[in-house]
C-alpha cells in the first residue's frame, strides 16, 4: 500500500507552524502518526505544549492589527489567491489528506479538496461584502450607525474525520473577516492543517495570521480554550469534549461556537422513491466509512417499505469494496484507527444481545486488510429505539434501521435523540416533505438526498449537536462583532434627557 505523501521530509523541522515557520513542539511528548489503512507508523513529532500555544497567540495578536487593518479588498485578494495555492496542490492535498485518514482517495480528490478550494473563493467574496444596518436617525436628535469588525485572536479546535475541510471551515471566515487564528487539529491528523497554512502563506497571507498548533486536548487544546488574549473558540468535536470546552470558554466569557455530534435520522415514508432511497441511505451511512457527523445512522422506514429497504440496503452494502486508499476504485477505507475500530466493533457486538445484524457486524477476511483498522458495512434491525445503537454516536459504517406506522410516529422518533446536527426525509409528498422539514429538530434537512454540503449554505446544530455556524455568511458573521456607534446631532452641552439625572429642563 502506498506511502504518498512525505511526511518526514515535509515537516522535517517539525509539526508545530507558529508565526510562519515550522518548528518542533515543546510539550517534551512525541505523537507517532499510523496509516490506519496498514497499522504503519508513517511519522513521529514532538506534540505542542502550553509554551507552544502561548508563541502562537503571540504571534497571533502580533499580526492582529496589521491583518484586520487591512481593507476588505485586500483580504479578499489574498484568499483568491489562497484558492489558487490550494487548487494548484489538489493532488498533494488529497494525497496528504488520504494518508492520515485512511480516506478512498475519490473521496479526497473529489469532495474534499473541491469543497475546501470553493470555500476559500466563497469567503474570499464574503470578505468583501459585511453586512450591516443602515445608518440612520433612530432618535431626533442622533446619528446611529454599526460597525462589523472582527473580533481578535480566534482559538480553534478541530477533529481528525475531515482535516483538510475542518481547518477551512474553521480557518477562512475567521480571517476573511479580518482575524487571527490559531487552530489545534486533531494529534491523529496534523498533516493538512499545516500544508493549508504553509498554502496561505504562499498565498501572500502575512505571517501570524494563521498558527497551527499540533498537540493533544487535555494540554494544548484546554490551554488554547482558556488562553486570556483568545477571544473566540470555534470548536467542532464530540459532545463531552464540547462540554469540557464551553466550561473553560465561559470562565473567561469567550465567544463560543460550538459545532459536535450527530445521529442523524433518515426518515423514508411509504410513498418514497424506494430505490434512491436505498441508494442514498447506503451512500449516506458508508461515505468518509461514517465518521461523518452528517451520516445516516437511524433510518426510520414507514412499514410498507421496510422489508424491500434492508434487504435491498443489505444487497448493495454488500457490494461495497474496502481497501487500500490509494486505489482509485476503493469505496471504503479503514476506520481512523485501531483503537475506534475497536469501539465500533464493541458497540455492535453489545447490540447482538437485543438486535439483529443484518449484514457485516465484523472485520473482513482476507490478510491484505488485516493489519487495517477496518470494518464491513453493517446493517443492524430489530433494536429498540431506546437502545445503544440507535442513541449513541457510533462515528463508524454502522446503520439501525426501524419501522414505523404513522407520519406523526416517524417524525417523533427521528427527534428522539439528544443531537440535532442533520436529517433527511424521503417521500414525493411536497406536504410531508413540508411537515417533516418544518418539525425535524436538526440544523439541516435534506429532502430526497442525504449528505450534500454547499459552500453558500450553513451547516451547524441544534441540541447537543450544538450552536453556531460553519460556511455561508452566517459563519463570516460568527467571526464578527456589531458595535453601535451613536452621534450626538445637536450641538447641545446641556441636553434634555440629563434633567432625568439632575436638576430641571433648561
Ligand atoms: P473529540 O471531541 O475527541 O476531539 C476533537 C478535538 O478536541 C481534537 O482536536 C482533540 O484533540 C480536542 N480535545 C480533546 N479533549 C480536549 C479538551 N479537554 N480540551 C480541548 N480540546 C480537546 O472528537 P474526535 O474524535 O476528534 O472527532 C469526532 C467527533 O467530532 C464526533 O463526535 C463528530 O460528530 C464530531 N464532529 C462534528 C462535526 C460538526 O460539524 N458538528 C464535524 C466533524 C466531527
Known sequence: MGNRFPARDRFADGAQFIDGRLRPGTSGRTHAVVDPATGRELFTYELAGPADVDAAVAAALAAYPGWAGATPGERSDALHRFAAVLAERATEFAEAESLQCGKPIKLSTEFDVPGTVDNAAFFAGAARHPEGASAGEYSADHTSYVRREPIGVVGSIAPWNYPLQMAAWKILPAVAAGNTIVLKPSELTPFTSLLFAQAAQEAGIPDGVINIVNGAGADAGEHLVGHPDVVMTSFTGSTAVGKRVAEIATATVKRLHLELGGKAPFLVFDDADLEAAVHGAVAGSLINTGQDCTAATRAYVQRPLYDAFVSAVAALMETVRLGDP????????????????????GIVERARGYARVVTGGSAPDGADLADGAYYLPTLVVDAAQDSEIVQSEIFGPVLVVLAFDSDDEGIRLANDTPYGLAASVWSRDVYRTGRATR???????????????????????????????????????????????????????RKDWHRTIFGDRP
Not at 333 to 343: E, F, N, T, Y
Not at 444 to 459: A, G, K, L, R, T
Not at 479 to 484: A, G, I, L, S
Open 439 to 493: 418539525e425535524i429538530k436538526a440544523g439541516c434537512v435534506w429532502v430526497n438526498d442525504h449528505i450534500p454540503i454547499i459552500s453558500e449554505m450553513p451547516h451547524g446544530g441544534y441540541k447537543a449537536s450544538g450552536y453556531g455556524k460553519d460556511m455561508s455568511a452566517y459563519s463570516f458573521e460568527e467571526y464578527t462583532q456589531v458595535k453601535h456607534v451613536m452621534y450626538d446631532n445637536t450641538g447641545a452641552a
Open 326 to 345: 490509494f486505489a482509485p476504485s476503493t469505496d471504503m477505507g479503514p476506520l481512523i484507527s485501531h483503537a475506534h475500530r475497536d469501539r465500533v466493533a
